[in-house]
């Protein structure tokens, strides 16, 4: 079975860091484009971030970038997102996920459980 487990996710003071990782198993990500997003209560869907395979170009949403920095360890076989600067709205669960495309309006295809990323005084 392939799966995608997210880890590091917590809580964490407005302006703070956090690095989230992502562990693939049973399958390369050497082949993948690859991304992150997030969903909080009621809000929609927000796709934050998306690797490409083919040549490691990034894009990131608006509300993410300069602050947040993606990442991936093909030997590890592991996906990172580096959080900086974080915000009350950067609240929510964040999925890191394979994606078919890595473009501007990427669609994750498959995704892991979820790590909580909470950012509050």
């Known amino acids: 079975q392939v799966t995608l487990a997210e880890s590091g996710g917590g809580l964490v003071q407005p302006g703070g860091s956090l690095r989230l990782s992502c562990e693939a198993s049973r399958f390369a990500l050497d082949y993948y484009s690859i991304g992150w997003f997030r969903q909080a209560p009621g809000r929609d869907r927000e796709e934050v971030s998306c690797?490409?395979?083919?040549?490691?170009?990034?894009y990131d949403a608006d509300s993410v970038k300069d602050r947040f920095t993606m990442s991936r360890n093909n030997r590890r076989n592991m996906i990172y997102l580096q959080m900086r600067d974080l915000k009350p709205e950067d609240t929510a669960v964040y999925y890191c996920?394979?994606?078919?495309?890595?473009?501007?309006?990427?669609?994750?295809?498959?995704w892991g459980q979820g790590t909580q990323v909470t950012v509050s005084s």
């Open positions: 690797l490409r395979s083919s040549d490691g170009r990034t």
């Open positions: 996920a394979i994606t078919p495309m890595c473009s501007e309006n990427w669609v994750p295809a498959g």
